[in-house]
């Protein structure tokens, strides 16, 4: 789950590619037919097949869905729009929560988002740690820190 989250907002009704970010089309929808796959359909600059598109996350203020390109085909209407299909995490919906984090070395208050995958105390510590925090149950160190250690 956690290779296809990035922490960078996508505006709500919007779809960029990750390696051009001044690349910007309309997002006209999403949908997920199986497990793991994803259809996108935008219109703007059509993204090559090997690309990513970042996607936003409904109740997110912090992170997008990276949704690697498999592959894309133009539609026929409306102008300019496109179909893309794309390799994505084996769940459609996502339970977006936040947690207030305290670093246990300098006392930092951190909000920060996570998708909920199985236990909730569990996926925010993996998401910590996919942040460069060094988390576990017991101890939260958050990256500054971390990097001086
Ligand atoms: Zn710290």
New binding site residues.
Partial sequence: MLDYILYKKTPPGRVRFQAESDVDCELLGVSSFELGVFEVKGKGAQPASGASLLLPIKGSKQMSLILPVMSVEPLITPLGAWSARCKGPNQAQFDVRSADIV??????HYEMEFVVVGDVQLAAIEAMNHQGWQASLEQQ??????NKG
């Fill in positions: 670093c246990d070395e300098c006392s930092t160190i958050c990256p500054n820190c971390n």
